[in-house]
Structure formats: structure tokens, C-alpha cells
């Protein structure tokens, strides 16, 4: 039995070993993952390949060393290299393939550790004579690695990871990427933590030297054979670029031929019929295949208009949605008067190709300028697929009056047809194809190829190659990107074969590893390394390079004491960088580091030698300007700054806006110490912000009391829930068929004891720029679903609760499992809920995002886009997520009808939203006749004081009761029924 002295004694002991014993796994999986994560840095194709993999020889290591403890370490490492290298061979979810690889490598390292413990010998030991040394590394090293590379190659070639073509090359890789790491690795592992310690210590200062000539010699040969590949695979991509592109531009040349042809034949005196039409194009057609039609649309005078109505088809207009109409009064008209095929065209006859938005202004073109034109990219109405046209129109002019248009040849032209015809059906496991119009609007770029392959990203880790074609007046571009299969192609394996003979090279070097000399000198650059790193962050900041707060105010202080003593005018200016908040959460924190670096490079040309510059936080510059002239100096500098942030930066190949906000402070008339004059500089940055942001204010006494309003308003926002101040009002939506009430949207109100009402275009954004908006907006969702269930309970089992969602508390981490918890606390069926997004969050869209948009539709909750037109959302960006409504911003409902902007924006967005399948709700309904101009133009639901203002809960029970009883009585509400 343990006395009162021994009991703590033998807990520290106890204690001590728990430590010892979960130790070794966590820093052997911690060393495992850093070593793995860098091996990955010299992988090879596929990329989940590397040709020196460190960490099989550190688990071998650890393994001789410690036993089974070192196992769990391996086997975590492992998993983590594992998910690292799915990621960088794109391969996305999770299976049970990602368990194979890591329980392979440890029983790998185990199978390794045993032969050289019990069959081999040589280890515990100072492992000091040669035939140990080559048993360990020549023998038990290599062949150990047989078994992760000969198991795992063949389970991933199973499940569709690794095509066929790559198998024996993959397991090569595979293998001999696992040797040379254990050649490298398992000697080091050894002389720091092999046993008995008192031998291997002392070679810790010979090991260095072999082992860094030995990475050298196989790194110079990895990058050498790597860097020869890649020229030989890029050389052959360039070469296929230019044959594909030279045939395609030689196809486009020749169809532009066949329209002149066609052109000069309808020039000449007289008319054609139908049939002598066909047989003029049809040798085109069918030697080009991918034209769809030639047609023939003669010019016809208004006088004429009955005259040729009589003779051949009524002329016609057509709608966007593809219904003909008899068209409009025009000076004149050019209706389709002959196509050929003609049985598959029928419906074109008689239509007016001016009347048509996608082609009018290219019939225009080839009007005015009589040469060749080429529409943007369309579906066509008889389009069963998803194949993009293109209209080739050619001018023809009268021969007695060369001035006059006599008619328009047209050809209609399928891409994807072409492309295949001309280059043939490709392998799209070797190489993808896309055709772009360069000259076409953004939005409308996209000819042919996979999805979004417009995109700059397509191509983004990708070798590809693109050259320009010209066809009609405008510029395409044809992208081609190598695949896997077209890279497999071109491995050479007498060159890789090379770097293999240097694993014999590697193995002699390594046995010489425990004799040479050479790691007091690797020792002694990394003390040294350190020494210069530490102080470097003494005075400098360590991610952009500039002065650090502490080193700049001592600079500071020095320079206003000169000022003092010589009567100098400085200033200080404060920099903020605008909404870089957003970036971070949107682009990531690796995004945002970087983006920094590149502001610091912007910012520091535009100040003087010996002005000083320092990064003090976050997203934020202070620079001091000593020894000023006059404060318009300052100005100019100021100045400059915006201009260099304004224009746009290139980070991770995106294209970066910026803007900032600045605040300057001058001596002597805003302070005479350095803190005076940097709180100065702040509060006139926080000016600048309230004032539109992307400028610069000079210090007045008066914006104090505008930072002290902010500060009031956050500092009483921080309590206000816990106070009970923040209450939720409720404003109905209606439909506008039935004018029923079908649902209401959740809005939040901030009553103060003193201040009273707080409007909320005041408080929000107080609440996102200080982070308050995530717990406000989670105490929105859940009040506003048990609000729900309580109306449910009283019989409103039909409505539906809209939830305004900020962008900031959307993409928080957490914000899918707050949802989540609100629905299951309430019990309220997810359907009932409705979530309205700005476009705000779509401006930088993200996968995460769109996954978490899918997974909270998988609830079965519905989406609104709120403000719709006030954005910069991209329409393809918006067809591709769960959202089923739009919401008509009031500020374009407020003068409907009457306002031609505002009903064209209105007319536009219902038209958006029933293309897409999606329902549009009008926001600020205010009038009967802002209502009468909705429902007639299609829209869906309304939302406005015409109705009822937002009201509180009971309060709107209230107003239900009244509204339905006027609604029965056929009464029209005309004034707000509820305030």
C-alpha cells in the first residue's frame, strides 16, 4: 500500500509515462505528414505519385525504434498524406479507397522493422560494419516497399483512379519513390533516435554532407527528366494546337466561301424559286457537314409589303420565347423568303431576320460595311441539345444600284457538328477542346466544349494551348487542354529508367552516411538561418516585408522628435484596406496572405525614400511622410496609393479590385506625440469609410463624435439581445392570382431605451464589420421557425417563413449545423422555410459554397436571391444553384409603371426568372397601380405597404383575420392595414 509521501510521487510517474507513451505517435505523425507533404511537391503524373517519398523511410525508422508505439503515428500520418494527395489528384469524397494506401504503408513499415530486428539482425546495434549497412538499405529497404506500391496500384486501377495505360508505370513510380525516401530518411531517423543512444550520438556531425549530395543527385535528376517532359509534352501540344487550329480556320475560310458563292448567285438579275435554290446550296451542304441551313431573305420596301405577302409568306416577327407574330410596321423588312433544308425550316419562312435581338445587329454589320458577319453564339429554337449556332450574313447589293440592298444570304452553322467534323471525335481522357468568341459579350462566350471551359480556370493547372481564330469579322479562340492520357503518352521510360540507376548511387552514399563528416556544417547554416530569421522578425514583418508596429514607432518617434526640434511638418496616414474581410472568408486566408504581399509591392513605389511604411495589423498601413513641404504633399501621396491599389492585381492567376480607405493626421496641428497623431489618422480612416469608402479624409475635431456614434452603436448592439431590445417584425407575402396570404418575411428591429428606434441600415452593418452578425442572424432563424410552429399550432399551417441570411454568417463554418438545430428544435417542417441571399454572396463563388447551398436543399429548404439587379451575380452562376425565387428590388418598383428603366429592369427579371423555372417576388408594392403592372406582367408574389407595413406576431394574426374577411368581400385594400 502506497503511504501519503509515495501517492503523488508515483501519479508523476504515472503521469510521466502517459506523456512518454502517446509522444511517439504524435510527432511521428506530425513528422510524417511535414515530410509527406513535401515529397508531394516533387510528384510526378498522375500526381498522387512521388519519385521520393521521405516518409516511408521515417516510418521504417520509428518503427526500428520504437516498436509498435510508432504504429498509430504512421497510420494518422499516413491518412493525412493520403486525403493530401486525393486532393491534388482531383480526386473529390470519401471512400474506403483512402484506407488502403495508409494500412499498407504501416504494415509496410512493421513487415520492414521485422526483418531487420529478427531476421537481419541488424538493429538494436550500432549497425558499424558494411554488410549490415547494405543488408539494411540495399535489401530490407527496397523490398519492404514492395508491398504498399504492389497492392495498392492494382486497388486503384480497380476503382477507375489509375487508367490502364499508367498501371506498370504507376507501381514503378510507386515503388521506387518509397526506396530512395527510405534510403534518404531511414539513416537520419537513426543517428538522432537509434539505440544505444550513446553510439549514435556521436555520428550525429557526420551525416550531413553524403546525405545532401545524395538528395541533389536525385532532385537535379527528378527536375531534369520532369523539366525534359514537360518541354516534350509541351512542344507536342503546341503542335496539335496548330494543326486543329489551322484546319479549323481553313474549314471557317471555306464556309466563308460558300456564303460569297451563294451571294454572288443571288446577285444576279432575277429571282430564284425554291427548288433552284436547294440545288445551288446543296453541294455545300453536303460537303460541309455542320451547316444547317442556307436561307435567302430578300429585301422588301413597307409599299411592298402586300405584293410579296401575296406571292410568298406572311413576314413575321418571333418573341423570345420562340412564338411568331406578323410583324410590326418597318420601312422595310428581310424576310426568309427561300431555305434549304427546307422540310426541317419551314417555320423560318417569311421571318424577319432584323426583328431578331440575336441577329440584328450582325445583319446590320454586313449591311453597312457589305462584307461578311458573324453572330454570337445561340441555341437554336429547333435545338434538341445543348449545341451552340452561329449566323453567317453576306450582304447582297442590286447590280444596277450597288448602293441598295437587294438581300441577305445566310448560313447557319453547329458548332459542336463542325468541330467534330473537321478534327474528328476526340478521347476525352487525352485531350478537350473548346471554341470561344473573344469578340462576343462575357456573359455569351462559350461556342463549344465542356461547361465554363471560357473560363480562364479551365485551363488552370492544365496543359493546354490556345490560338486564334477569325471568322466574319470576329476573333474565336480554340483552347486545347492535355488530359492524363495524352501526358502518360509521352513518358519516356528509358529517362526514367536513368534516375532508377541512381537509387544504387543513393544506397552506396547513404552506407556512408554514419563515416563522413558533413552535418556540422548543415547544423551550423540552420542556427545561423535562424539567427538572421529572428532577427528579421525583430523589425520587420514577417509577410510582406515592411517595418512591424514596434520598429516603426521607434522610426516615428525618432523623426517627431526632429520635427520638433527643426520645425518640420509630417504626416501620418492611415490605410485600410476595403472589404478585406470578405475576401478572406471567401478566397481563403492562403488567398488573402498573398494578396497582401502584392499591396505592400504596390504601396511602397508610391512613397519616398525616407518615408516609412509598416503593416500594423490585419489589412492595415500606416506610413509616416517626415520632413513635408506643405500638406499637399500629402495629398499626392494619398493619392498615388489609390491609384497603384485601384488598378487590379494578380493573385493565384485571378484578377484582384481593391480599394482603400485612408485617414491623415498632420503635425503639428492634429497632435505632437506619435499616438495622438496615429488615433488621428485612424478616426479619419474610419471618416473615409462612412463617406463611400476608396478615398482619403483629413482630421477634424468633429469625426470624433462620428467614431464615438460607432462605437455606441456596437458597444449596446453587443447587449442588446441579452437586454431583450432586438425583437422580430413579420411583413406578408401575397400571391398575386389569389391574393391570398402565403407567406411573411422575418425582418429584425432594434428598439434602444434611449435612442428608441434603430433603423437597420444602421445596425447591420455594424453588426458584420464586428462579427455580431452571425449570433444575431442564428437567433433570427431559430425565433423565426418557433414563431412558426406557434402559428402552425393556431391553424396557419400554409405559410412560409422568409429568413434574410448574411453573406458574413452564410459562410461561416457553422452556419449549416445552426440551421440545422433551429429546424430540429422547432419541429417545423424545413419546407416552410425559406432562406433570401444577396447577390453579395455569389460575387466570388466557391465549391464549399454551392455544397452548402446543396446540402441545406437536401433539407428540403428553398432560396430566394434578395435585390435582385443590384448586384454583380453572373446569371450562369445563379442557373446552376437551388434558388427558386428572385426578388424584384423595390427601388426598380417605385415608379412602375411609367419609368421605361425601371419596366425594362422589371420586364427583364420576370422574363430571367421564368426562363429559369424560378417564381419572382416585388418588393415595395405600393399602390394598386404598382400592382395591377406586376400581376399583368407575370409576377408571382407581392411584398409591400400597399398590403400591410411589417408588423409583430400577433399583431399580423390580427391583420390575417381582417385581411381575409376583406378578401372574401371582394374589399381592395388601399392603405397599409397595419402599421
Known amino acids: 500500500m502506497l503511504t501519503s509521501a509515495q501517492s503523488p510521487r508515483a501519479f508523476k510517474f504515472l503521469f510521466f509515462q502517459l506523456i512518454s507513451l502517446l ?40 518503427s526500428m525504434v520504437y516498436g509498435l508505439r510508432a504504429l498509430p503515428g504512421i497510420l494518422i500520418g499516413s491518412l493525412t498524406i493520403q486525403y493530401m494527395a486525393s486532393q491534388q489528384a482531383g480526386v473529390s469524397g470519401w471512400s474506403w479507397l483512402f484506407v488502403v494506401s495508409p494500412l499498407l504503408a504501416t504494415a509496410q513499415a512493421w513487415a520492414g522493422a521485422l526483418l531487420a530486428r529478427h531476421w537481419a539482425r541488424c538493429y538494436p546495434g550500432a549497425l558499424d560494419t558494411p554488410s549490415k549497412v547494405l543488408v539494411l538499405l540495399l535489401l530490407i529497404g527496397p523490398v519492404s516497399c514492395l508491398i504498399n506500391a504492389s497492392i495498392s496500384v492494382p486497388v486503384l486501377w480497380a476503382s477507375g483512379v489509375i487508367p490502364t495505360g499508367g498501371v506498370l508505370f504507376s507501381w514503378w513510380a510507386w515503388w521506387l519513390g518509397d526506396a ?56 507536342r501540344l503546341s503542335r496539335v494546337t496548330h494543326e486543329m487550329a489551322g484546319k479549323m480556320q481553313r474549314r471557317l475560310d471555306a464556309q466563308s466561301d460558300s456564303v460569297l458563292t451563294v451571294s454572288r448567285m443571288m446577285q444576279m438579275p432575277g429571282s430564284l424559286e425554291q427548288h433552284e435554290f436547294a440545288a445551288s446550296v446543296e453541294p455545300w451542304l453536303r460537303r460541309y457537314t455542320g451547316t444547317q441551313n442556307f436561307g435567302w ?14 406571292r410568298y409568306h406572311t413576314i413575321k416577327g418571333r418573341s423570345s420565347d420562340g412564338k411568331t407574330y406578323p410583324a410590326n410596321r418597318n420601312p422595310d423588312y428581310l424576310p426568309i423568303t427561300l431555305i434549304e433544308p427546307l422540310s426541317d425550316n419551314l417555320a423560318a419562312l417569311g421571318l424577319d431576320i432584323t426583328v431578331l435581338p440575336s441577329t440584328a445587329e450582325t445583319v446590320a454589320v454586313t449591311r453597312s460595311t457589305g462584307q461578311p458577319s458573324v453572330s454570337e453564339g445561340f441555341r437554336l429554337v429547333q435545338e ?16 444596277q444600284s450597288p448602293a441598295k440592298v437587294k438581300g441577305i444570304v445566310s448560313a447557319v452553322l453547329r458548332m459542336d457538328s463542325i468541330l467534330e467534323a473537321v478534327l474528328g471525335k476526340l478521347n476525352p481522357d487525352e485531350l478537350q477542346l473548346c471554341l470561344v468568341d473573344r469578340s462576343a459579350a462575357v456573359s455569351n462566350r462559350h461556342l463549344s466544349g465542356p461547361a465554363a471551359c471560357e473560363l480562364n480556370e479551365w485551363t488552370d493547372k492544365h496543359a493546354s494551348g490556345q490560338l486564334p481564330l477569325y471568322f466574319g469579322g470576329r476573333t474565336w479562340e480554340l483552347k486545347v487542354r492535355a488530359e492524363e492520357g495524352f501526358l502518360n503518352d509521352m513518358h519516356e521510360w528509358s529517362a526514367w529508367a536513368l534516375l532508377g540507376l541512381s537509387l544504387l548511387c543513393v544506397v552506396i552514399l547513404s552506407a556512408f552516411l554514419l563515416v563522413i563528416t558533413g552535418q556540422a556544417h548543415r547544423t551550423q547554416a540552420l542556427v545561423d538561418l535562424r539567427t538572421a530569421e529572428l532577427a528579421q ?126 485617414g491623415i493626421a498632420c503635425f503639428p496641428n492634429d497632435g505632437d506625440t506619435l499616438d495622438t497623431l496615429v488615433k488621428h489618422a485612424d478616426t479619419a480612416m474610419y471618416a473615409a469609410k462612412e ?21 455606441f452603436i456596437e458597444n449596446n448592439l453587443r447587449w442588446a439581445l441579452e437586454r431583450e431590445e432586438l425583437f422580430i417584425v413579420y411583413q406578408p407575402q401575397i400571391d398575386a392570382r389569389s391574393m391570398q396570404v402565403v407567406g411573411v418575411e422575418a425582418l429584425l428591429r432594434w428598439r434602444h431605451p434611449v435612442e428608441g428606434l434603430i433603423p437597420p441600415d444602421i445596425f447591420i452593418p455594424v453588426a458584420e464589420d464586428s462579427g455580431l452578425i452571425e449570433s444575431l442572424g442564428a437567433w433570427v432563424l431559430a425565433s423565426s421557425c418557433q414563431q412558426l410552429k406557434e402559428w402552425t399550432e393556431t391553424g396557419l399551417t400554409q405559410l412560409t417563413m422568409a429568413v434574410n441570411i448574411s453573406a458574413l454568417q452564410f459562410r461561416k463554418p457553422g452556419f449549416v449545423a445552426s440551421v440545422r438545430e433551429a429546424i430540429q428544435l422547432s419541429g417545423i417542417d424545413p419546407r416552410r422555410i425559406e432562406l433570401e441571399i444577396t447577390e453579395t454572396l455569389l460575387m466570388h463563388p466557391l465549391q464549399e459554397l454551392d455544397d452548402r447551398l446543396d446540402e441545406l436543399a437536401a433539407m428540403g429548404m428553398s432560396f430566394s436571391l434578395d435585390d435582385f439587379g443590384t448586384g454583380y451575380s453572373s446569371l450562369g452562376y445563379i442557373k446552376r444553384l437551388p434558388i427558386s425565387r428572385i426578388k424584384l428590388d423595390k427601388s426598380f418598383v417605385t415608379d412602375l409603371p411609367g419609368n421605361s428603366e425601371d419596366e425594362a429592369v422589371a420586364r427583364a427579371t420576370l422574363s430571367i426568372a421564368k426562363d429559369l423555372g424560378m417564381k419572382t417576388v416585388a418588393e415595395g408594392v405600393e399602390t394598386t397601380t404598382q400592382r ?43 392603405e397599409p392595414m397595419a402599421a
Open 180 to 235: 530512395i525516401g527510405t534510403v534518404l530518411c531511414l539513416p537520419l531517423v537513426l543517428v538522432f533516435f537509434g539505440q544505444p543512444a550513446a553510439q549514435w550520438r556521436t555520428r550525429r556531425l557526420t551525416v550531413g554532407l553524403p546525405l545532401l549530395v545524395a538528395m541533389v543527385m536525385v532532385g537535379v535528376g527528378f527536375f531534369l527528366v520532369k523539366a525534359w517532359e514537360g518541354q516534350r509534352q509541351s512542344e
Open 537 to 662: 522578425l525583430a523589425h520587420y514583418d514577417s509577410l510582406t516585408g515592411l517595418l512591424n508596429r514596434s520598429h516603426w514607432m521607434t522610426c516615428a518617434q525618432a523623426a517627431l522628435q526632429g520635427a520638433h526640434r527643426h520645425g518640420h511638418a509630417m504626416a501620418v496616414i492611415f490605410l485600410d484596406l476595403d472589404h478585406f474581410k470578405r475576401i478572406n472568408d471567401t478566397l481563403g486566408h492562403t488567398f488573402g496572405d498573398e494578396l497582401l504581399q502584392e499591396v505592400s509591392q504596390r504601396l511602397l513605389p508610391c512613397l519616398r525614400r525616407e518615408d516609412l511604411l509598416a503593416r500594423i495589423g490585419g489589412d492595415e498601413f500606416v506610413a509616416l511622410l517626415p520632413r513635408l513641404r506643405r500638406m499637399d504633399d500629402a495629398v499626392a501621396v494619398a493619392e498615388k496609393l489609390l491609384a497603384a491599389l485601384n488598378m487590379p492585381l494578380q493573385v493565384q492567376s485571378n484578377e484582384v479590385s481593391l480599394s482603400a480607405s485612408m
Open 384 to 399: 434538341t441539345s445543348d449545341q451552340r449556332s452561329v449566323v453567317m450574313y453576306q450582304a447582297v447589293y442590286e447590280t
Open 297 to 310: 431573305s430578300l429585301r422588301v420596301d413597307d409599299q411592298n409589303r402586300a405584293k410579296y405577302e401575296k
Open 691 to 711: 463617406a463611400g469608402r476608396n478615398g482619403y479624409r483629413f482630421f477634424e475635431a468633429e469625426m470624433n463624435a462620428s467614431v464615438s456614434r460607432r462605437m
Open 23 to 62: 509522444s511517439v505517435p504524435f510527432f511521428t505523425a506530425l513528422a510524417y505528414a511535414a515530410l509527406g507533404w513535401l515529397s508531394l511537391k516533387a510528384s510526378i503524373p498522375p500526381d498522387y505519385v512521388s519519385l521520393v517519398f521521405l516518409p516511408a523511410g521515417l516510418a521504417l525508422g520509428v
Open 932 to 974: 395591377d403592372y406586376l400581376v399583368s406582367s407575370g409576377c408571382d408574389y407581392l411584398q409591400g405597404y400597399l398590403f400591410a407595413r411589417p408588423m409583430q406576431a400577433e399583431d399580423l394574426r390580427q391583420w390575417m383575420a381582417t385581411y381575409t374577411t376583406q378578401l372574401t368581400g371582394a374589399t381592395e385594400p388601399t
